[in-house]
């Protein structure tokens, strides 16, 4: 004999609506629930049934889809103690959630190689520190400011090295002239014995033209007295 522990409850009381279907051994009851829910129950009957042969009638119920117990009624022995073998068996069928797998993280573009500094392209010896008085020799500060320029355009094709000379006002015009030229052939010598070549050169003494400066004060006249270097092309 099986008594009915939990949701004993009939179908007019679960559900609006009620069908079933029935096998030699179970019964199977399509219930329609008060919230809407579609609902089944399954009965197992005869003293050799077990609690498989419901889950297998659920198993055959849900196809492939997921059967979630809605509630169960056990067996009970002597004093009505539940023998945690059930055989009724309300339940629904649910779709498996697919588990999506997580979104994979773009790949990042590889860092961009930092652009190789721009070889410079003008230098300037200006002042008292390049030359002695009335002298076209190169100083040692004078030497190191080259040195600084060839290293920076290492590797470059010059096209055009373009080298001027320039004094203050200070003498004749003649005397300024050879002065700045010889000064600018001295900067274009050291250049070229120290590895910068270039296609063309352009080297010019200015004399007194196209100051920078006041040729009125010492400081003006310092910042006159120069030799500018520029290259052009690669």
Do not use: W
């Amino acid at each position: 004999m099986y008594i009915r522990l939990f949701f004993a409850a009939a179908c007019v009381a679960l559900a609006a609506g009620c069908t079933t279907s029935s096998g030699l051994t179970y019964n199977n009851d399509v219930i329609t629930l008060a919230n809407g829910t579609q609902a089944h129950r399954v009965q197992c009957l005869g003293l050799a049934e077990t609690t498989e042969s419901c889950m297998d009638q659920v198993r055959k119920v849900c196809g492939d889809k997921q059967a979630l117990r809605v509630s169960a009624t056990d067996r009970a022995i002597s004093g009505y103690k539940p023998e945690n073998d059930p055989r009724e068996i309300l339940f629904t069928c649910a779709t498996p959630v697919v588990q999506q797998p997580a979104p994979q993280a773009a790949p990042q573009p590889a860092p961009q190689p930092a652009p190789a500094p721009a070889p410079a392209r003008k230098v300037t010896l200006q002042g008292d520190a390049n030359f002695a008085t009335n002298s076209a020799t190169l100083t040692p500060a004078a030497k190191a400011n080259l040195d600084e320029f060839i290293a920076a355009n290492r590797g470059v094709d010059v096209q055009q090295l373009t080298i001027a000379g320039y004094t203050d006002s200070t003498g004749s015009a003649a005397l300024n002239e050879r002065l700045s030229t010889a000064r600018a052939r001295s900067v274009q010598a050291y250049l070229g014995s120290h590895g910068l070549r270039a296609a063309n050169y352009s080297v010019n003494g200015y004399g007194s033209a196209s100051p920078v400066d006041t040729n009125a004060t010492a400081a003006g006249r310092a910042k006159n007295r120069r030799v500018e270097i520029q290259v052009d092309g690669q």
